[in-house]
């Protein structure tokens, strides 16, 4: 494989306090007692959708949602680099992918206005993770955040590999239904933000890692 793409919440980095500690701050203002992380880190991956839903029982069918909606990323926006870390095990397989001359990158649904500066802020030896990827594409990057493929497409313009060369890893269903339209081998990241509820061995992928170094056992 010419290019390995990844996620980004879940998958290389945990936004999952962060993402938490917004919400808990959120549900405060409005008289609601916090949650545990336990609770959280199951959702994390799905956005203020999944964590408006879990916190506050709203979907975006309620009147309030979109009010809440900006409220909570407000709220993310002046905390969402306070713990962000490169999940366990994860600076290892970026090593070794650079060791072996693999190319990585980044294709993600979170918006731009915190993509940047999110990867900016994890470091990685003496640089960061910006400085280090191939590409990094977020969800308001194309008309159609995944699951459509418009940012895995985005991505193979910006380093010019085709998509049959390219594996893409995430840990939600939208990633491998992301990456199969786009004509890319996909991967599940067992190790992110799987709730109990999912059933990834259902989603259709080409192969379940359970660590991030098992991933190059399949790029062969």
């Known amino acids: 494989m010419s290019m390995i793409l990844f ?31 336990d609770a959280i880190w199951p959702v994390a991956s799905h956005g203020s959708r999944g964590l408006l839903a879990l916190g506050f029982g709203i979907t975006t069918e309620d009147s309030c949602f979109e ?23 994860i600076a290892e397989l970026l090593e070794t992918l650079d ?3 693999i190319r990585w990158g980044i294709v993600t649904n979170k918006p731009r206005r915190f993509s940047v500066d999110l990867v900016k802020a994890v470091k990685m030896g003496g640089t960061n993770l910006h400085q280090r990827s191939a590409c990094l594409v977020c969800g308001d990057d194309a ?17 010019g590999v085709l998509p049959s060369e390219c594996i893409y890893v995430g840990d939600a269903e939208r990633d491998v239904q992301a990456g199969h339209a786009a004509g890319m081998k996909t991967i599940v990241a067992m190790f992110g933000y799987i709730a109990a509820t ?5 989603w259709g992928a080409d192969a379940l890692i359970k660590s991030p170094l098992e991933l190059m056992s399949h790029l062969s």
């Open 143 to 159: 008309a159609q955040p995944k699951p459509a493929p418009d940012t895995l497409l985005i991505a193979c313009k910006e380093t």
């Open 7 to 37: 996620d980004l919440d879940g998958t290389l980095v945990d936004t999952a306090h962060d993402l938490g500690l917004a919400l808990n701050i959120q549900l405060e203002r409005h008289g609601k007692p916090a949650l545990a992380h």
């Open 198 to 202: 999912d059933q990834p061995a259902e």
């Open 99 to 101: 060791y072996h001359g």
């Open 67 to 89: 009010a809440m909606r900006v409220e909570y990323l407000d709220l993310y926006a002046s905390v969402f680099t306070n713990n962000a870390m490169l999940l366990p095990g």
